[in-house]
């Protein structure tokens, strides 16, 4: 049981590049969600999504965009980066406000 | 707004005594979650213990407890025996319904504890 996948786990960017980072779960959960993690910051809610075709924004959500075409995959895309999109990210899922949420290992990403 | 607030940026402790992280959140819901996560050096989130806010008695995982008091809106974690591998980052978070019936996790910034030999 993989649990929830990230790839890449490191990156580096050029300013205006875009790339897509990807975020699967095999555990069948309706819930799945994007944070960034930088530091004294904690951890904030980027995009979610409650089930296939449908997805919201959260605290942060300017510079990316998100897609739910399947219940196992939810993709993080930066259209054009930026430096201040240098963080960690993580991809969280859950089957429900009575279960827990499963992270992945996270994204170290980098913008120059 | 819905907050969470760990007052206490780091902490340290002398291996196999205890300690005791602090968190206080906001929020004017009845019916809720509350979590403190883990993150060693490897950047993996790991669920310590959780506490569902319907529960008088306080949860525990083995070295790990909570001390829940609802009134006051705190949810302190204790750690009892402290071990070199008890060393990360400590966020407490507090599990929410957002408008439109969805729900999100909202962090703290986290305290830094360092266990000492």
């Known amino acids: 049981n993989a649990g929830v996948t990230q790839t890449p786990k490191f990156q580096v960017l050029k300013t205006g590049q875009s790339m897509t980072l990807q975020c699967a779960q095999d555990m069948n959960h309706e819930y799945m969600s994007w944070y960034r993690q930088d530091p004294g910051m904690g951890l904030r809610l980027i995009h979610y999504?409650?089930?296939?075709?449908?997805?919201d924004q959260g605290e942060v959500p300017n510079g990316y965009n998100v897609s739910r075409s399947t219940t196992e995959d939810f993709p993080l895309r930066l259209l054009s980066a930026a430096p201040s999109q240098t963080s960690v990210y993580f991809c969280?899922?859950?089957?429900?406000?009575?279960?827990?949420?499963?992270f992945g290992s996270g994204t170290r990403l980098t913008v120059v | 707004a819905q907050t969470v607030t760990q007052s206490q940026p780091e902490m340290s402790v002398q291996e196999a005594e205890t300690v005791t992280l602090s968190c206080t959140y906001d929020t004017s819901e009845s019916d809720y979650y509350l979590f403190w996560y883990k993150q060693p050096p490897s950047r993996q989130m790991i669920l310590v213990i959780r506490?569902?806010?319907?529960?008088?008695q306080n949860a525990t995982e083995n070295r790990f407890s909570v001390n829940f008091q609802k009134a006051a809106k705190s949810f302190s974690l204790k750690i009892s025996d402290s071990q070199l591998g008890d060393a990360a980052m400590y966020f407490c978070?507090?599990?929410?319904?957002?408008?439109?019936?969805?729900?999100?996790?909202?962090f703290g910034k986290g305290t830094k504890l360092t266990v000492n030999p």
């Open positions: 999504s409650v089930g296939a075709g449908i997805t």
């Open positions: 978070a507090y599990r929410i319904l957002t408008q439109g019936g969805s729900e999100k996790l909202v």
């Open positions: 969280a899922s859950t089957a429900g406000r009575r279960s827990g949420y499963t």
């Open positions: 506490q569902e806010a319907y529960k008088q």
